[in-house]
């Protein structure tokens, strides 16, 4: 297999590093791209790795450039962002090419771009191109799936970017209902709130949380997730329900009066991004693009993301609800260290194992995480030794039993 990856960034470096050293590199060859050969340069001197690594000088506003460095590949992991301003070029030749593509967006107005411009032809090419591969949005989208079964400084750039170039029309049609699906739910998404409160059956505990600023991006792409699998006649036994429905939020581990401090400063942050002079304040003392935090800090950060799926059968005449608890934790900050697990793992499901991907993705087209990798991906990142996912039934009258994934 031969993978291509484009180090823009500090992201991009630490997913280069990821795959050097990946216990499958005997299996796949490494290329690196970036804009200038002294960047590259830079990245395999760090990397010190003693297998050969294919460098690509590429310039994303030259399309010959990227088709150079595309072509004859088996999959792009692209971190060129903000994406709206950069990466089109990018997903047009890997599609043009039939090339497979992952990425780390969060940009929901972008990604919906590609799904109108690029969906159909990537299916005639057979390009699988599968955006929000890392921490935005594989937890809420993987982990939705798997219940489902049993019943940054370049952070910061993008969001500057979207508020300053990207029109207003562009950003409003995402904020509608199931803005990525082919379909649109029976069931109104839930609107924001102050508190978010989560009772976790096993424990007879209630975990209460705080407004998440990544919660319509992952919403939709766990929604599109939703649509995909009810659109395709093979994955009937994937589909979530008409009534589906998918809220989340950030766990506060000082109680109700945090949870509501934590929301009340994400509004505020968010408010002053939204204006242009304090913005400029804010963009002077907050991480630069490229920048990130230490090693130490990366070494040492871990994640922990819990999905709580209750279901209803419709034809069941019993009141009570079947309820799923799926866990997923990682080694790893989550932004930076373990969103290069994420993704690095994405990229090798594609190349190593095809013929086990989702029958869904198979003939190509733009999908989710959970559309275009499925259960392989989940094994993948098992036996990456940096993630666990658990899943298991939680029942009110009976012990619980574990699923298997």
């Known amino acids: 297999?031969?993978?291509?990856?484009?180090?823009?960034?500090?992201?991009?470096?630490?997913?280069?590093?990821?795959?050097?050293?990946?216990?499958?590199?005997?299996s796949f060859v490494l290329s690196l791209a970036a804009r200038s050969k002294t960047r590259l340069d830079a990245v395999v001197s760090e990397l010190g790795s003693q297998r050969a690594v294919r460098l690509h000088v590429v310039d994303v506003t030259r399309p010959e450039q990227i088709d150079a460095a595309v072509a004859g590949k088996s999959v792009v992991?692209?971190?060129?962002?903000?994406?709206?301003?950069?990466?089109?070029?990018?997903?047009?030749?890997?599609?043009?090419?039939?090339?497979?593509?992952?990425?780390?967006?969060?940009?929901?107005?972008?990604?919906?771009?590609?799904?109108?411009?690029?969906?159909?032809?990537?299916?005639?090419?057979?390009?699988?191109?599968?955006?929000?591969?890392?921490?935005?949005?594989?937890?809420?989208?993987?982990?939705?799936?798997?219940?489902?079964?049993?019943?940054?400084?370049?952070?910061?750039?993008?969001?500057?970017?979207?508020?300053?170039?990207?029109h207003p029309n562009d950003l409003a049609s995402v904020r509608i209902p199931y803005p990525l699906s082919p379909f649109v739910g029976d069931t109104p998404a839930p609107a924001p709130r102050l508190l978010y409160r989560l009772p976790i059956p096993e424990s007879g505990k209630t975990l209460v949380g705080s407004y998440f600023f990544m919660t319509q991006p992952n919403r939709a792409i766990v929604e599109r997730s939703w649509g995909l699998f009810k659109s395709s006649p093979g994955s009937s036994s994937m589909q979530y329900g008409n009534n589906f429905k998918y809220d989340e939020m950030i766990v506060?581990?000082?109680?109700?009066?945090?949870?509501?401090?934590?929301?009340?400063?994400?509004?505020?942050?968010?408010?002053?991004?939204?204006?242009?002079?304090?913005?400029?304040?804010?963009?002077?003392?907050?991480?630069?693009?490229?920048?990130?935090?230490?090693?130490?800090?990366?070494?040492?950060?871990?994640?922990?993301?819990?999905?709580?799926t209750t279901a209803v059968s419709p034809s069941s005449t019993s009141s009570q609800p079947s309820v799923v608890k799926s866990v997923l934790t990682g080694k790893g900050d989550p932004g930076y260290s373990f969103t290069s697990v994420l993704i690095g793992e994405a990229a090798l499901t594609i190349a190593l194992s095809p013929e086990s991907l989702p029958s869904?993705?198979?003939?190509?087209?733009?999908?989710?995480?959970?559309?275009?990798?499925?259960d392989v991906y989940i094994e993948r990142l098992r036996n990456s030794g940096r993630a666990t996912l658990e899943s298991k039934l939680v029942t009110a009258r009976a012990p619980e039993t574990r699923k298997t994934a």
């Open 1 to 26: 297999m031969r993978g291509t990856h484009i180090p823009a960034g500090f992201t991009g470096r630490l997913i280069a590093h990821y795959l050097a050293s990946h216990k499958d590199r005997d």
């Open 77 to 166: 992991i692209n971190t060129v962002g903000p994406f709206w301003t950069w990466s089109t070029p990018v997903v047009k030749s890997c599609v043009r090419n039939g090339v497979h593509y992952v990425d780390l967006t969060g940009e929901t107005h972008w990604i919906k771009q590609i799904i109108t411009s690029f969906h159909y032809s990537a299916s005639k090419t057979g390009a699988i191109i599968v955006p929000s591969c890392g921490f935005d949005s594989v937890p809420a989208d993987i982990l939705s799936y798997l219940s489902a079964r049993g019943i940054s400084g370049g952070t910061i750039a993008t969001m500057v970017s979207m508020l300053e170039e990207v």
């Open 252 to 308: 506060s581990s000082k109680g109700v009066t945090g949870a509501i401090l934590i929301t009340l400063g994400t509004i505020l942050g968010l408010g002053c991004m939204m204006i242009t002079p304090l913005r400029w304040l804010l963009l002077k003392v907050l991480p630069k693009a490229g920048d990130g935090p230490s090693q130490s800090v990366r070494d040492n950060g871990w994640v922990k993301v819990t999905n709580i």
């Open 360 to 374: 869904l993705a198979r003939s190509g087209g733009v999908f989710t995480p959970a559309t275009a990798l499925g």
